[in-house]
Protein backbone atom coordinates (compact mmCIF):
# COMPACT_ATOMS: atom_id res chain seq x y z
CA UNK A 1 0.00 0.00 0.00
CA UNK A 2 1.51 3.92 -0.76
CA UNK A 3 0.50 6.74 1.57
CA UNK A 4 -2.75 7.89 1.98
CA UNK A 5 -3.52 10.48 0.94
CA UNK A 6 -6.89 12.58 1.37
CA UNK A 7 -8.68 15.59 -0.22
CA UNK A 8 -11.69 16.88 0.20
CA UNK A 9 -12.90 18.35 -2.77
CA UNK A 10 -15.77 19.29 -5.37
CA UNK A 11 -13.92 17.84 -8.01
CA UNK A 12 -12.20 14.44 -8.87
CA UNK A 13 -8.57 14.32 -9.33
CA UNK A 14 -5.77 11.75 -9.45
CA UNK A 15 -4.32 12.22 -5.51
CA UNK A 16 -0.99 11.85 -7.13
CA UNK A 17 -0.25 13.29 -9.77
CA UNK A 18 -3.33 16.14 -9.80
CA UNK A 19 -5.08 14.90 -13.31
CA UNK A 20 -8.57 15.69 -13.44
CA UNK A 21 -10.82 12.75 -13.59
CA UNK A 22 -13.89 12.83 -15.25
CA UNK A 23 -16.36 11.96 -13.30
CA UNK A 24 -19.94 10.62 -15.02
CA UNK A 25 -23.21 10.15 -13.87
CA UNK A 26 -23.15 9.44 -10.05
CA UNK A 27 -25.15 9.04 -6.90
CA UNK A 28 -24.93 10.13 -3.67
CA UNK A 29 -22.79 7.56 -1.56
CA UNK A 30 -21.28 5.62 -4.63
CA UNK A 31 -17.30 4.78 -4.15
CA UNK A 32 -15.66 4.36 -7.18
CA UNK A 33 -11.83 3.20 -7.87
CA UNK A 34 -9.60 4.74 -9.92
CA UNK A 35 -6.74 3.86 -11.46
CA UNK A 36 -4.94 7.09 -12.96
CA UNK A 37 -4.82 7.08 -17.13
CA UNK A 38 -1.92 9.30 -16.34
CA UNK A 39 0.25 8.07 -13.55
CA UNK A 40 -0.96 5.14 -13.28
CA UNK A 41 -2.12 5.23 -9.06
CA UNK A 42 -4.88 4.09 -7.74
CA UNK A 43 -7.38 5.73 -5.44
CA UNK A 44 -10.93 5.58 -4.25
CA UNK A 45 -13.09 8.62 -4.03
CA UNK A 46 -17.09 8.65 -2.72
CA UNK A 47 -19.26 10.46 -3.62
CA UNK A 48 -21.36 13.21 -1.44
CA UNK A 49 -24.11 14.70 -3.57
CA UNK A 50 -24.70 18.55 -2.35
CA UNK A 51 -27.61 20.19 -3.58
CA UNK A 52 -28.40 23.73 -3.88
CA UNK A 53 -31.38 26.06 -5.10
CA UNK A 54 -32.31 29.32 -6.97
CA UNK A 55 -35.25 30.64 -5.86
CA UNK A 56 -37.83 32.78 -7.54
CA UNK A 57 -40.47 34.27 -6.19
CA UNK A 58 -44.07 33.59 -8.24
CA UNK A 59 -46.82 35.34 -6.67
CA UNK A 60 -46.33 36.60 -2.99
CA UNK A 61 -48.06 34.84 -0.38
CA UNK A 62 -51.15 36.58 2.02
CA UNK A 63 -49.85 38.06 5.76
CA UNK A 64 -51.95 36.26 8.52
CA UNK A 65 -54.92 38.78 9.57
CA UNK A 66 -57.08 38.64 12.25
CA UNK A 67 -60.59 39.23 12.50
CA UNK A 68 -61.64 42.24 14.68
CA UNK A 69 -58.73 42.23 16.34
CA UNK A 70 -58.68 43.71 19.96
CA UNK A 71 -55.64 44.45 22.18
CA UNK A 72 -54.72 41.38 24.35
CA UNK A 73 -51.91 40.78 27.13
CA UNK A 74 -49.20 38.48 26.48
CA UNK A 75 -46.39 37.25 28.85
CA UNK A 76 -43.22 37.10 27.12
CA UNK A 77 -40.23 35.71 28.67
CA UNK A 78 -35.91 36.20 28.44
CA UNK A 79 -33.15 35.90 30.06
CA UNK A 80 -33.93 39.83 31.72
CA UNK A 81 -37.06 38.00 33.05
CA UNK A 82 -41.12 38.15 32.12
CA UNK A 83 -42.54 41.36 30.89
CA UNK A 84 -45.79 41.78 29.42
CA UNK A 85 -46.60 42.94 25.66
CA UNK A 86 -49.81 44.44 24.29
CA UNK A 87 -50.75 42.78 20.73
CA UNK A 88 -53.55 42.44 18.71
CA UNK A 89 -55.47 39.36 18.58
CA UNK A 90 -58.72 37.17 17.79
CA UNK A 91 -60.85 36.11 20.70
CA UNK A 92 -61.27 32.15 19.86
CA UNK A 93 -63.82 29.89 21.67
CA UNK A 94 -62.84 26.01 21.71
CA UNK A 95 -66.20 24.33 21.86
CA UNK A 96 -66.55 22.04 24.70
CA UNK A 97 -63.90 24.47 26.67
CA UNK A 98 -66.35 27.93 26.79
CA UNK A 99 -64.83 28.46 30.30
CA UNK A 100 -61.47 29.08 29.00
CA UNK A 101 -60.83 32.23 27.79
CA UNK A 102 -58.33 31.78 24.81
CA UNK A 103 -57.10 34.41 22.15
CA UNK A 104 -55.07 34.38 18.84
CA UNK A 105 -52.73 36.83 17.56
CA UNK A 106 -50.12 36.95 15.38
CA UNK A 107 -46.11 37.28 15.42
CA UNK A 108 -45.07 38.35 12.46
CA UNK A 109 -45.81 35.24 10.04
CA UNK A 110 -46.97 32.60 12.91
CA UNK A 111 -50.22 32.41 14.92
CA UNK A 112 -50.34 31.91 18.35
CA UNK A 113 -52.96 31.00 21.00
CA UNK A 114 -52.42 32.30 24.72
CA UNK A 115 -54.74 32.26 27.50
CA UNK A 116 -56.30 35.47 29.02
CA UNK A 117 -55.81 35.36 32.59
CA UNK A 118 -51.67 34.32 32.64
CA UNK A 119 -51.31 35.53 29.09
CA UNK A 120 -49.03 32.43 28.64
CA UNK A 121 -48.79 30.76 24.97
CA UNK A 122 -50.58 27.45 24.39
CA UNK A 123 -49.43 26.51 21.30
CA UNK A 124 -48.09 28.14 17.93
CA UNK A 125 -48.17 26.92 13.92
CA UNK A 126 -49.05 27.81 10.47
CA UNK A 127 -52.62 29.02 10.58
CA UNK A 128 -55.63 29.98 12.38
CA UNK A 129 -56.97 26.33 11.87
CA UNK A 130 -53.78 24.66 12.44
CA UNK A 131 -53.47 26.60 16.09
CA UNK A 132 -56.91 25.91 16.92
CA UNK A 133 -56.87 22.15 16.68
CA UNK A 134 -53.65 22.23 18.21
CA UNK A 135 -55.38 24.26 21.05
CA UNK A 136 -58.45 21.88 21.21
CA UNK A 137 -55.73 18.73 21.26
CA UNK A 138 -54.31 20.28 24.02
CA UNK A 139 -57.01 20.92 25.86
CA UNK A 140 -58.65 17.32 25.14
CA UNK A 141 -55.48 16.05 26.25
CA UNK A 142 -55.85 17.47 30.00
CA UNK A 143 -59.76 17.67 30.01
CA UNK A 144 -61.64 20.66 31.11
CA UNK A 145 -61.16 20.05 34.88
CA UNK A 146 -57.88 19.66 34.80
CA UNK A 147 -57.52 22.79 32.41
CA UNK A 148 -59.04 24.57 34.14
CA UNK A 149 -56.80 23.76 37.43
CA UNK A 150 -53.67 23.78 35.83
CA UNK A 151 -54.32 27.74 34.52
CA UNK A 152 -55.38 28.43 38.05
CA UNK A 153 -52.79 27.74 39.45
CA UNK A 154 -49.97 29.98 36.97
CA UNK A 155 -49.09 33.21 37.83
CA UNK A 156 -51.83 35.56 36.78
CA UNK A 157 -51.16 38.18 34.15
CA UNK A 158 -52.12 41.09 36.71
CA UNK A 159 -48.99 39.58 39.01
CA UNK A 160 -46.43 39.74 36.40
CA UNK A 161 -44.10 42.08 35.00
CA UNK A 162 -44.96 45.65 33.90
CA UNK A 163 -46.41 46.45 30.37
CA UNK A 164 -43.53 47.46 27.59
ZN1 LIG B 1 -2.21 10.39 -11.56
Known sequence: MGKTVFYYEDTVF???CKDDVFDGDSQDGDIKT???ARCGGEFEYEIEVQYSYHI???KPGKKPKLNNPVKKKIVLENYEGKHIEEVDAEEVVIPGFEEI???LYINNWTWVVSEES???CVCSGNSRGDVK???E???????KEEAIKIIAQQPKISESAQVV
Open 14 to 16: CPY
Open 34 to 36: VTC
Open 56 to 58: FGL
Open 101 to 103: KLF
Open 118 to 120: TGM
Open 133 to 135: EKA
Open 137 to 143: RVLKHFG
